[in-house]
């Protein structure tokens, strides 16, 4: 599932604006120890972003890249741009930048996630974010992680995943490194109590 089954899905499934998090048996590069925001899951798949994976581009990078500041002008960018969140996103379509954000900021090619979340994959935030008037809260991520129907039900039963309910805190905090023990504590989990069951996964 894509960015286009995401603009054109009419009702939310049941892990719609979950956090998935990795058991330890998941050994794969990409997903291990990683806090996953799920935006769309259907009978046709499910699509949803790694938010604890940092980038090694910065924003100033991207900006320049896409040619939306020339190098020169990055050092005038607010200090709010210049340390402007990108995250590794995952392995999908990974250059591709996708911006999730509070709904405080709308065009048209924005697509609500939640009632407080949005996601909006076109030049026009980025322009705002370096312009100063982006999102109150934002994070640009580079590729998704994407499954095909049935795909993550089985790896959940597998005991691959854990899933609850999101925190928006989690979701846009720039300090990556404890997403992984935040998220398994809105369950009242601790990493130390997952080791016993990585056999299983």
Known sequence: M???A???????????????????????????RS???????SPTGA???????QQELS???VLEYLKIVEEPHTAFLSEQARYFPVLYG???ETGRGFVLHSDDFSCESSIPVSDEISLTATLDILRAIAEGRGPTR??????????GPGQ????????????????????FDPCVDAKYERALALMGVSPEMLSTEAGHA
């Open 138 to 147: 934002a994070t640009l991520l580079l590729g998704y992680a994407g499954w």
């Open 59 to 61: 924003f100033p990078n």
């Open 2 to 4: 894509g960015i286009t």
């Open 152 to 171: 993550l039900e089985a790896e959940i039963s597998n005991n691959g995943w854990l899933n609850c309910a999101s925190q928006d805190d989690i979701i």
């Open 35 to 41: 806090v996953v925001y799920i935006c769309a899951h």
């Open 47 to 53: 699509m949803g972003f790694i938010i604890n994976r």
């Open 90 to 92: 995952g392995p999908v």
């Open 6 to 32: 995401l603009k054109d899905k009419r009702e939310r499934g049941f892990l719609d604006g979950q956090f998935l998090i990795a058991m330890p048996g998941v050994q794969d590069s990409s997903f291990a």
